[in-house]
């Protein structure tokens, strides 16, 4: 099924673990956007990459990294986890036309740092 | 101030109720999507809208560009419509790319 493929989808880290969190889609989108969800504080923008071989910071990329490998898939790294890092992270590409872009979502990486 | 600003925080109905949902904004905007997350869940874009209504079965989408206002409404609501409903901008402007600015939902439970 045509979509947006984030793994793993639950992961608990010790803190000062690193992993990376994986993201592909399959629609030939040129846009690709890591989000993450907490409680009270709604979805925030962590990084995005516009096109194939740029990315740019979003609202909070503190302690993140990304990279876009290809058209397909958008990695997010988290180099030392901290308990801070603990929400659900969502991955996400759009299509643009003419200024509009549609947007579909991952399931979800619930991530827990202890 | 939040740039999105949603109402009300939370909403219960009985089921066959008819549901609004409001969502004001405080900038420019290219587009607005409205965004469907169930418990535990995903998150589904329902409607992407730049001018007028959209619908969608018993979803009905409007927005007022000038008044810088979008409702999201449900007829005859049904339990399995029980979800947070999120209200998103994409902001104008050339480097906006499609980054969403997010309200911050409605949770929505209705009631058999």
């Known amino acids: 099924n045509a979509g947006v493929t984030q793994t793993p989808k639950f992961q608990v880290l010790k803190t000062g673990q690193s992993m990376t969190l994986q993201c592909a889609q399959d629609m030939n989108h040129n846009s690709m956007y890591w989000y993450r969800q907490d409680p009270g504080m709604g979805l925030r923008l962590i990084y995005y990459s516009a096109s194939e071989g740029t990315t740019d910071k979003g609202e909070v990329p503190n302690g993140y990294n990304v990279s876009r490998l290809n058209k397909r898939e958008f990695s997010l790294r988290l180099e030392s986890a901290a308990p801070s890092q603990t929400s659900v992270y969502f991955c996400a590409s759009s299509e643009e036309g003419n200024r509009h872009y549609g947007y579909t979502f991952g399931s979800g990486t619930r991530l827990t740092v202890v | 101030k939040n740039e999105v600003e949603q109402s009300p925080q939370n909403l219960t109905a009985q089921e066959g109720e008819f549901i609004t949902i409001n969502c004001s904004y405080s900038v420019g905007i290219s587009a607005l999507h409205w965004l469907q997350q169930h418990p535990g869940g995903g998150i589904v874009s329902l409607f992407m809208l730049s001018s007028g209504k959209k619908k969608h079965g018993r979803l009905i989408a409007t927005i007022n560009i000038q008044e810088k206002h979008s409702s999201l409404h449900i007829t005859a609501s049904h339990p399995r419509d029980s979800a947070v409903y999120i209200c998103?901008?994409?902001?104008?402007?050339?480097?906006?790319?499609?980054?969403?600015?997010f309200g911050q939902g409605t949770i929505l439970t209705v009631h058999p």
């Open positions: 998103a901008l994409i902001k104008l402007g050339g480097t906006s790319y499609g980054k969403l600015t």
